[in-house]
């Protein structure tokens, strides 16, 4: 944070102590700055088009009535925006300290579907927000991405046996297209999620796409910071499709398999490529969650082997 930046903020919220916020895998730096009773968050992003759509998506969520962190002010110019400050409490410090997260996980749930039906009722908000589709090329980039960034760059895999799963990427990619769509948050784990006034706040909106409806469930309950058993992934399962009596929990499993694959070349690119090695610990959780897809999609051997 630079002297301009400390001023503008200052006009706004007279600062008494700055602490800098641990990052995870994002380029942009947190504060927290306290005041004389009240805390705030400062983002300062210097990549453009992610603060444009951190504004503009957070404009399209408030409108849909869903908790997010308040924007008090912002600067384009200065690549600042002022927020509310939402604690510490996120869902994946809940779930770790809690005998009862279940409970917690299920008003997630709710705050889900009521943000997909409620985008749902206003067919003109993909328009007018100018929200970019999760398709078959975007479906289909993910996987190459995770190719060069985990097959090839972490784990040496040769090309031709890279290969071998062209076919069955492109057939993954054409299923997970080919699921209805709704508005998806993208990054829909417990971490994004902060508990807040006892009720649960969604932060890191700014990737939000529409694609599958099913997408954002697979991203919360194949989450791998949270060790989710197999019987809460399943009542959390069933919660969700209690909402959709009309839908088949079919549609869950090509998203939830793009959506491992993502975050597994997330993790690879992170660990090894900007030496961020605190995300390596993720990366087998992300292949435990493959040998569970595995049941579905046998051609995952030829990732595991």
């Known amino acids: 944070m630079n002297a301009e930046q400390k001023a503008w903020i200052n006009k706004r919220f007279p600062i008494a102590l700055v602490k800098e916020l641990p990052i995870f895998g994002s380029q942009r730096k947190f504060y927290r700055i306290q005041g004389d009773s009240e805390t705030r968050v400062v983002i300062i992003d210097g990549e453009i088009e992610q603060f444009r759509l951190f504004i503009d998506r957070g404009r399209l969520f408030r409108g849909l009535n869903v908790n997010i962190p308040e924007v008090f002010d912002y600067s384009e110019k200065l690549h600042i925006i002022l927020e509310t400050d939402l604690g510490d409490r996120s869902l994946e410090l809940i779930a770790h300290e809690t005998n009862d997260r279940?409970?917690?996980?299920?008003?997630?749930i709710d705050l889900l579907v009521h943000w997909q039906k409620s985008f749902d009722n206003e067919p003109g908000l993909k328009m007018s927000y100018q929200i970019q589709t999760y398709d078959f090329d975007f479906a289909r980039h993910d996987t190459r991405l995770f190719t060069e960034r985990y097959l090839r760059g972490y784990l040496s895999l040769s090309q031709s046996k890279v290969k071998l799963l062209d076919t069955f990427f492109d057939d993954l990619a054409e299923r997970t297209a080919n699921v209805r769509s709704t508005l998806m948050h993208r990054d829909?784990?417990?971490?994004?999620?902060?508990?807040?006034?006892d009720k649960p706040n969604i932060v890191d909106f700014q990737a939000a796409v529409v694609g599958p409806y099913t997408y954002d469930i697979a991203s919360l309950i194949f989450d791998n910071h949270v060790d989710i058993s197999q019987e809460e992934r399943s009542d959390l399962l069933d919660y969700f499709f209690r909402h959709y009596p009309e839908c088949d929990k079919s549609d869950l499993y090509a998203p939830a398999l793009q959506r491992t694959l993502q975050a597994i070349g997330a993790y690879a690119f992170l660990s090894k490529v900007q030496g961020k090695r605190q995300y390596e610990q993720y990366i087998p959780n992300g292949v435990s969650n493959l040998r569970i897809l595995q049941r579905k999609f046998d051609w995952i051997d030829i990732i595991l082997n």
């Open 102 to 108: 279940i409970t917690y996980y299920k008003q997630v």
């Open 188 to 197: 829909f784990q417990a971490r994004n999620i902060h508990w807040y006034r």
